[in-house]
C-alpha cells in the first residue's frame, strides 16, 4: 500500500530552490525588462526601488502564509498525535512498540491488564518471552518482508504466557512504522483477547438463536399475536390470526385493528382499554372481536406497550385467544350446576334455593304455599321391564307432562331418580293444593309411547306439605312432604296426602336413632370400610375412600343412608367427623409401619362438618397424633358446601392446603357451583358422581358431560376420578377420555381395614 499524500509534500532543499529561482527571477528579469521600457535614469531609479519593495511585500506576504500554515499543520499534527496516544493507551486490545530486534520498547495499559505483568516490567523484556516463537525461521521471514515493503501487515493466531502463569490466545497483527529522521524503524504490535472475541461471537450467536426461536414459537402458538406500530397500523401478525379470524396477513398489514370491532362495546369501554395501556402500559380482559365472515366471538385478549430507550412508544403487541368453547363448556357446566342433566329440572340444590325463596316471600306476603312431592309409582319396575334408557325417556316425558300441568309461577324440580317436586305459589288455602295435585297425577297418568308403538303408562303418588300451616322452614317443608308421600303410597297407587302430625313418629324415630348414634360413638361401635381407588393407566390401586360403618350389636350394619343424615341435622356430625379423621390417619400410618406402599386416603366431609367445625383443627390435630403424612389425607368436600358461603369456603380450603393434604370435590356435576367460583379453590381431584357413569355407555348425555367433566378438570390442573365404575364398557370409556382414576365394585366393594390390607398384599404378590 502507498500513502497518497506522500507525492503532496515537498522537502526544503526543493522549497529552498524554488525560492532562489523565483527570487534571481524577480531580479535580473525585472533588471533588464525596466532596463528596456524605461529610458530615463530618474524613473528607472524609482521602479527599481519600488521593485524591491514590491519583492519585499510579496516574499513576506508568500512567508506570512507558510508560517501560518506551518503553525496550523503543526497544531494538527500535535492534537492528531494527542488523538492517536489516546487511541493507542486506552484501546480494548493491547498494543506494543518493540524494536526489530524483539525489545520491547512501549506498551498500553491493555497490554498490561492481557498479560498480568506491570508496564515497567513489561519494557524489560523481548517479546519472544511473553509470546513464544512456534517457527523462528518464519517469523524472521515475515520480518524481512514488513521491512521490504512487500506487506502492510502481518496477522496470526497466538498463544501469550502470562505473568500469572495462565496462557491467554490471542490475535496478533504486526506492523512496520519505518524510519523517520532520527526515530529508527520499529514495529507496532496489536494483541486482541480471543476469549473475548469467542465470547462476543458465542453472545451474538445465541441471540441469533432466542430471535429464531421466538420466531418460531410466534408462529406456532396457538394465541393470535398482532404486532402493530405506534399508530396502531399492523405490522406482523402470526399464523394464529388468519385462522382465528379468517383474514389473510397481506390484507391486515398496513390497516388498524378497528376491522376487529364487533359493535358491542361502547367509546367508554374503549377509552378505558386504552387508559390502562398508556397509564400501566399493559391491558387485559375479555373483548369481543368480529371475524371476516361477520361471526362475533369472545377473546381473552392481553396488550402491551413497546418503548424505546427514551421511553417513547414505539410498538403495540397484542395477544388474544378464542374463549367461545371455554364459554360454551362454562354455559354448560352453569346449567349443570342448576339443571338436572337428564330432565332439564332443576336439580335438588337449585329447587332448594328456589323453595328457599318462595318460603321468604310468603313469610313478607302472607301468601300460602304447598310443596308436592311427587314419586313414581312402580317405576323401578319400569326400569327392569324396559331398561334404563326406556325407563329415562319415561322420566322425560312424564316431567314434559308435569312442566305443562303448572300454573304460572310455579317451581318444578328433580330431586332424585324418580322423585320430582312442585312448589304451589298463590294458595288461598289447602284445597288449592289438593287440586294442584289431582291435575299433576292426571298428567303423570298420560301414557309414553315409543317408537315401536307401544305404551308406557306410570303412576305418581303426591305427598304435601303447607306453609304456615305444616311448616316454616324449607327444609321442614320438604321433610313433611317426604313423610306425607309415605302416606299417599299408604293409600294405595296414585294416591294424595296432607302432611299431619302422627307422621310426627319419623322424626321420633329420628331422635332414637341419634341417641343410639351417640352411644355407638362412644362404645366403639363404628367401623372404617375402605373402597380402592385404581390408576386407569397402571391398574394400581393408588388410594381408598375411608366410609365409616355403624355395626349395631342388636340391628346389625346400619346404612350411612339412614343415620348420616341423622347426624347432620342432631350435631354428632362434628365429634362423628373428628373421629373418621383420626381412625383415618391412626389406620394409614399402621398400614405405613406394616410396609404397605403408600396410599391416598380419602374421607368424605359433610357440608355441615365443613362449615360448622374446624376441619382444619381436627385435620392438623390427627395427622400430629398419629404421624400420618399429609400428602397422604385427602379429604372430599362435596360441590354443594363449597356452593354454599363461598367465601368462607375458600378460606377454610385455604387453610386445609397449607397443611399440606389433597382437596376432592366430591359427587361434581350434581350440586351448584359455576366454573368461576371452581376456579377460585385449591383442588386437587374432581370426583365425577357416579349418576353419569352408571348408564355408560348407553347414555350419549352422560358420556357428553363425563367427557366435559374430564376435560375440565384436566384444563384447571385437577386430576379426574370416576365413581361408581362397575363394568368393563364404563372404565374403557374413562381410559378413552383421559380419566386419572376410578373406584367401584369393577375393582372391589368397600371391605374392612384387614380385608383391604390383605388385597393390597395380593395384588403386591401378583404384580411380583
Known amino acids: 500500500m502507498t500513502n497518497p499524500g506522500k507525492a503532496q509534500r515537498m522537502a526544503p532543499w526543493q522549497g529552498m530552490l524554488l525560492y532562489l529561482v523565483i527570487g534571481v527571477s524577480w531580479v535580473f528579469v525585472g533588471d533588464a525588462l525596466l532596463e528596456h521600457w524605461v529610458s530615463d535614469p530618474h524613473v528607472l531609479t524609482r521602479m527599481q ?112 504466557l502470562r505473568g500469572d502463569g495462565t496462557t491467554v490466545p490471542v490475535l496478533c497483527t504486526v506492523t512496520l512504522v519505518p524510519e523517520v529522521d532520527d526515530v529508527p524503524a520499529h514495529l507496532i504490535c496489536l494483541l486482541q483477547d480471543l476469549n473475548d472475541i469467542t465470547v462476543a461471537r458465542a453472545a451474538l450467536e445465541l441471540s441469533e438463536a432466542r430471535q429464531r426461536l421466538a420466531a418460531t414459537v410466534v408462529d406456532n402458538t396457538i394465541e393470535g399475536v398482532v404486532v402493530t406500530d405506534a399508530q396502531s397500523r399492523i405490522l406482523s401478525v402470526n399464523a394464529a390470526v388468519t385462522r382465528l379470524l379468517g383474514y389473510t396477513e397481506d390484507e391486515l398489514l398496513g390497516k388498524t385493528p378497528r376491522i376487529f370491532q364487533s359493535g358491542r362495546h361502547d367509546k367508554g369501554f374503549y377509552d378505558a382499554m386504552w387508559g390502562a395501556v398508556q397509564q400501566t402500559g399493559h391491558w387485559q380482559g375479555e373483548i369481543w372481536n368480529r371475524r371476516k365472515n361477520g361471526e362475533v366471538f369472545p377473546e381473552h385478549m392481553s396488550m402491551s406497550v413497546v418503548r424505546d430507550p427514551a421511553g417513547h412508544i414505539t410498538h403495540y403487541v397484542c395477544m388474544f385467544t378464542d374463549v367461545s368453547e371455554e364459554k360454551a363448556r362454562q354455559r354448560q357446566l352453569e346449567y349443570m350446576a342448576h339443571n338436572d342433566a337428564l330432565t332439564g329440572l332443576s336439580n335438588r340444590t337449585w329447587f332448594g334455593r328456589q323453595l328457599e325463596v318462595a318460603v321468604q316471600d310468603a313469610h ?142 319419623a322424626a321420633r324415630e329420628r331422635l332414637a336413632l341419634e341417641s343410639r348414634l351417640r352411644l355407638a360413638l362412644a362404645q366403639g361401635h363404628l367401623q372404617m370400610y375402605y373402597q380402592p381407588q385404581v390408576d386407569i393407566a397402571t391398574g394400581r390401586i393408588v388410594g381408598a375412600e375411608a366410609l365409616v360403618r355403624w355395626n349395631d350389636p342388636v340391628e346389625g350394619l346400619i346404612s350411612p343412608a339412614r343415620f348420616i343424615p341423622v347426624a347432620e341435622t342432631s350435631g354428632v356430625i362434628g365429634p362423628l367427623g373428628e373421629w373418621v379423621v383420626r381412625e383415618v390417619c391412626r389406620q394409614g400410618q399402621q398400614w405405613r409401619a406394616a410396609g404397605l406402599p403408600d396410599l391416598t386416603l380419602a374421607v368424605n366431609v359433610s357440608p355441615r362438618q365443613f362449615h360448622l367445625t374446624d376441619l382444619a383443627g381436627c385435620a392438623a390435630a390427627a395427622l400430629a397424633e398419629s404421624g400420618f403424612p399429609a400428602e397422604w389425607l385427602e379429604l372430599e368436600i362435596t360441590e ?96 378413552e377420555r383421559g380419566c386419572d382414576s376410578y373406584q367401584g365394585y369393577l375393582c372391589s366393594r368397600p371391605v374392612p381395614a384387614d380385608d383391604f390390607a390383605a388385597l393390597l398384599r395380593a395384588r403386591a404378590a401378583a404384580a411380583a
Open 49 to 160: 526601488t519600488w521593485k524591491g519593495w514590491g519583492f519585499v511585500l510579496v516574499t513576506s506576504a508568500l512567508a506570512w502564509w507558510l508560517l501560518r500554515r506551518v503553525v496550523r499543520s503543526e497544531k494538527l499534527r500535535y492534537a492528531l498525535a494527542c488523538e492517536l496516544s489516546k487511541v493507542v493507551r486506552y484501546a480494548p486490545a493491547g498494543v506494543a512498540r518493540l524494536a526489530l530486534d524483539g525489545k520491547i520498547l512501549w506498551v498500553n495499559d491493555r497490554m498490561g491488564e492481557l498479560l498480568a505483568m506491570t508496564r515497567s516490567h513489561l519494557l524489560t523484556l523481548w517479546v519472544r518471552d511473553v509470546m513464544p516463537l512456534n517457527d523462528v525461521a518464519e517469523a524472521h521471514a515475515q520480518l524481512a518482508r514488513l521491512v521490504a515493503g512487500d506487506m502492510d501487515d502481518h496477522v496470526s493466531q497466538r498463544v501469550c
Open 364 to 505: 313478607t306476603s302472607g301468601e300460602h304455599i304447598a310443596v308436592l312431592l311427587l314419586n313414581l309409582d312402580r317405576f323401578k319396575d319400569v326400569n327392569d321391564s324396559y331398561g334404563h334408557s326406556t325407563g329415562d325417556e319415561v322420566l322425560k316425558h312424564i316431567a314434559r307432562q308435569v312442566q305443562s300441568a303448572l300454573r304460572p309461577g310455579d317451581v318444578l324440580g328433580r330431586l332424585a331418580g324418580d322423585e320430582l317436586a312442585v312448589v304451589a305459589r298463590n294458595l288461598r288455602h289447602s284445597d288449592g293444593a289438593a287440586s294442584v295435585a289431582r291435575h299433576l297425577i292426571a298428567a303423570v297418568a298420560e301414557p309414553w309411547r315409543s317408537p315401536d308403538g307401544f305404551e308406557v303408562v306410570a303412576g305418581v303418588s303426591v305427598g304435601i306439605c303447607m306453609y304456615p300451616e305444616h311448616a316454616q322452614t324449607a327444609e321442614l317443608l320438604l321433610q313433611g312432604a317426604h313423610a306425607a308421600v309415605y302416606g299417599a303410597k299408604a293409600r294405595g297407587r296414585g294416591a294424595w296426602c296432607f302432611f299431619h302430625e302422627a307422621m310426627t313418629q
Open 640 to 735: 354443594s358446601a363449597l356452593a354454599e358461603r363461598t367465601d368462607e369456603a375458600r378460606l377454610v380450603l385455604m387453610r386445609l392446603q397449607a397443611l399440606g393434604l389433597r382437596i376432592a370435590v366430591d359427587d361434581f356435576g350434581t350440586g351448584y357451583s359455576s366454573l368461576a367460583q371452581l376456579k377460585r379453590f385449591p383442588i386437587d381431584v374432581l370426583k365425577i358422581d357416579q349418576s353419569f357413569i352408571r348408564d355408560i355407555p348407553q347414555s350419549e348425555d352422560d358420556m357428553a358431560i363425563s367427557a366435559a367433566i374430564i376435560a375440565m378438570g384436566h384444563s384447571l390442573g385437577m386430576s379426574v376420578l370416576a365413581e361408581g365404575v362397575e363394568t368393563e364398557g364404563q372404565l374403557a370409556f374413562l381410559r
